[in-house]
């Protein structure tokens, strides 16, 4: 199969804080842009900023809502965690292990743009465990 690469669009009020947010903060490249929309590339994968009136209210807790990256390379992980921290990047939740000494056990973080979009970014121990790892019921910190 030739290369897939992932499409999200997501709702924001501001293009100027998305590009702020997404740009400067976690180091997209910006792409075709109007007054109402921005194509980003976040590693490699488009997701555009669309802009809408409705009210943004944020989650009271991670879930359902969120996307974001499973990397491949602990150096690729932790430059970005040094990054979003050196950017004054808002944390939902800081750097945390979760499922220690299991197959599934990764590496994890939350950060929360202007429009309350969640975006999670993962490190796994094991990279089978990305689509693999069915004999554990945990998905998230929900069982």
């Known amino acids: 199969m030739n290369q897939v690469l992932f499409h999200l669009a997501f709702p924001v009020t501001d293009l100027a804080q998305t590009k ?10 910006f792409g075709r842009e109007n007054q109402y ?3 980003l590339n976040l590693y490699g994968h488009q997701i555009v900023a669309h802009l809408t009136k409705e009210p943004l209210t944020p989650q009271k807790t991670i879930y359902p809502r969120h ?3 499973i990397f491949t390379a602990a150096a690729d ?3 970005l965690l040094t990054r979003a921290k050196r950017q ?3 944390f939902r939740e800081e750097p945390f292990l979760r499922f220690a000494d299991l197959l599934i056990e990764h590496r994890t973080f939350f950060l929360e743009d202007p429009f309350h979009n969640l975006l999670e970014f993962k490190l796994y121990r094991y990279p089978e465990a990305i689509f693999g790892g069915r ?3 945990q998905v998230g910190d929900r069982v």
């Open 37 to 39: 929309s921005l194509v």
């Open 20 to 29: 702020t947010f997404y740009g400067e903060g976690l180091g997209c490249e």
């Open 77 to 79: 992980w932790e430059a």
């Open 67 to 69: 996307f974001g990256l």
């Open 135 to 137: 004999e554990y019921a």
């Open 88 to 90: 004054n990047l808002p």
